[in-house]
């Protein structure tokens, strides 16, 4: 069992950086791809970003491209989503889930675990 525990949300103006934070509990962490959906009010949860068990392979939604970066510390149990650049229609609140597997996936009906969430307000 792995739980995952997300920190780092808060509200910050268009323009501004936030790096939300994913602590994993259990020995198998390194072993796993992780990823980062969001969710809007009213809205289906989206694709952010997906980095393998290793970190070397990445992958970003279109809308996150080149404004935010995920990476992961295996000796820290920890995954990280750097936001920069951060628009109004970011804000959603962030779930990282962890995958059973290493190799990446941006389909959210792949992954085997799930935090709760943090809240992301982007105001204009």
């Known amino acids: 069992q792995v739980q995952l525990v997300e920190s780092g949300g808060g509200l910050v103006q268009a323009g501004g950086s936030l790096r939300l934070s994913c602590a994993a509990s259990?020995?198998?962490?390194?072993?796993?791809?992780m990823g980062w959906f969001r969710q809007a009010p009213g809205k289906e949860r989206e694709f952010v970003a997906t980095?393998?068990?290793?970190?070397?392979?990445?992958y970003y939604a279109d809308s996150v491209k080149g404004r935010f970066t995920i990476s992961r510390d295996n000796a820290k149990n920890t995954v990280y989503l750097q936001m920069n650049s951060l628009k109004p229609e970011d804000t959603a609140v962030y779930s990282c889930a962890a995958r059973r597997y290493g190799l990446p996936s941006s389909k959210g009906n792949e992954y085997d675990y799930w935090g709760q969430g943090t809240q992301v307000t982007v105001s204009s």
């Open positions: 980095i393998g068990w290793n970190g070397a392979s990445t």
């Open positions: 259990g020995r198998t962490f390194s072993s796993k791809a």
